[in-house]
T-cell receptor, first 115, second 113 residues
């Protein structure tokens, strides 16, 4: 069965420093992977997605992620963070229970950017 | 602009009462979903619907009910049988299949008083 593990529940970082948010998955089927961002009291917004092709995926707000099949990882990175990047980030993978699918999400990583 | 509208944004309920959360989309999406979010637990699937007049239970359906009478609408009722209903509820939809991800609404925060 598919599952997603986000290894860090909180990541504090100073402004303009690089950041990596880690995500590992397990899947017995073709892999599609997503990162979403959630600002306080708001819904989730798609940052980027891997469906196929190049393993380095670029998303919005300067974020990128690399799909690594051998390590079953899809870590999210940004070379220089801003205060406005403070939010919670979720990694997700499709789950195909029965004949219908839905996304299963990791427990989230709270990124806190300090001045 | 197309999107998903959840209402109300904040909702207060007395213990023992049923309450209905609204979710409307004008994206012409076939599939719609309800998730519950609690701090540190990520998102957990309550119900989902792939077509009108059909829906499936998710991982935590007990104490909740849904209907899908129109393609655009997927309301969630939190019943008195839900023992711990205080949470943030998120509605989502997609058209192209789950492989392509979801569009989310802005959420409803339900508090039991």
């Amino acid at each position: 069965a598919q599952s997603v593990t986000q290894l860090d529940s909180q990541v504090p970082v100073f402004e303009e420093a690089p950041v990596e948010l880690r995500c590992n998955y397990s899947s017995s089927v073709s892999v599609y992977l997503f990162w979403y961002v959630q600002y306080p009291n708001q819904g989730l917004q798609l940052l980027l997605k891997y469906l196929s092709g190049s393993t380095l995926v670029k998303g919005i707000n300067g974020f990128e992620a690399e799909f690594n099949k051998s390590q079953t990882s899809f870590h999210l990175r940004k070379p220089s963070v801003h205060i406005s990047d403070t939010a919670e980030y979720f990694c997700a993978v499709p789950y195909y229970g029965g004949s219908q699918g839905n996304l299963i999400f990791g427990k989230g990583t709270k990124l806190s950017v300090k001045p | 602009d197309g999107g998903i509208t959840q209402s109300p944004k904040y909702l207060f309920r007395k213990e023992g009462q049923n309450v209905t959360l609204s979710c409307e989309q004008n994206l012409n999406h076939d599939a719609m979903y309800w998730y519950r979010q609690d701090p540190g637990q990520g998102l957990r699937l309550i119900y989902y619907s792939q077509i009108v007049n059909d829906f499936q239970k998710g991982d935590i359906a007990e104490g909740y009910s849904v209907s899908r009478e129109k393609k655009e609408s997927f309301p969630l009722t939190v019943t008195s049988a839900q023992k711990n209903p205080t949470a943030f509820y998120l509605c989502a939809s997609n058209r192209e299949g789950v492989n392509y991800g979801y569009t989310f609404g802005s959420g409803t925060r339900l508090t039991v008083v």
